[in-house]
């Protein structure tokens, strides 16, 4: 069986009720405030010394870069006294192979000449020449041009002319080339940056 209580209980009168205080929140807030200045400080202090270090160090950067200028235009200098005189060793040079050339050139063109031919005259112009001449052969020719083709100091020589007079065995010829120096120094190119 189930029983029902239907009296109520007794009443007891509350008592004071206590209030709840500002002060721990208060405090809380505080500390929470002077911890965040406290980091703030910090950090402020930390990286105004490592602004005052770079500063320092930029200084006696400074102070070092003011000390070298005198070096380094020395070294400037020095730089373009050392490429005057590269460039004056090369002139030197370049004329000490270039001395030469008229002895091989002429060596050569001896050496090439066939027995049925001669020259009458012979001139050279910058790199290219002109010579004209007898044969007593069109063979004795084409052989001199082969021959002086073969050679390192001429090039492209070919036939400018070929004349045989009537009645006669022996013709006159024109040739002409370029004449190369095998010594020479080869041109220069300027460095790319």
Do not use: C
Request: no cysteine; aromatic share 6%.
């Amino acid at each position: 069986m189930i029983e029902i209580n239907l009296i109520s209980p007794p009443r007891v009168e509350p008592t004071e009720r206590a209030e709840p205080t500002v002060l721990p929140g208060l405090v809380g807030g505080l500390l929470i405030l002077v911890l965040g200045l406290a980091g703030i400080a910090y950090a402020y202090l930390t990286l105004s010394n490592r602004l005052q270090g770079l500063k320092r160090q930029i200084a006696e950067a400074q102070a070092k870069l003011e000390s070298l200028k005198p070096v380094l235009s020395k070294v400037g200098e020095l730089q373009q006294r050392k490429d005057a005189v590269e460039r004056r060793f090369q002139a030197i040079d370049a004329l000490a192979r270039s001395r030469t050339l008229p002895g091989h050139v002429l060596m050569d063109l001896a050496r090439s000449m066939p027995e049925l031919a001669w020259l009458s005259r012979f001139s050279a112009t910058g790199g290219s020449f002109v010579a004209e001449g007898f044969a007593r052969q069109e063979r004795a020719l084409t052989d001199l041009v082969n021959n002086l083709n073969r050679t390192d100091y001429f090039e492209n020589v070919r036939i400018v002319s070929w004349e045989v007079p009537p009645g006669q065995e022996t013709g006159k010829f024109v040739i002409n080339g370029t004449i190369t120096n095998p010594l020479a120094l080869p041109a220069e190119t300027p460095p790319t940056p």
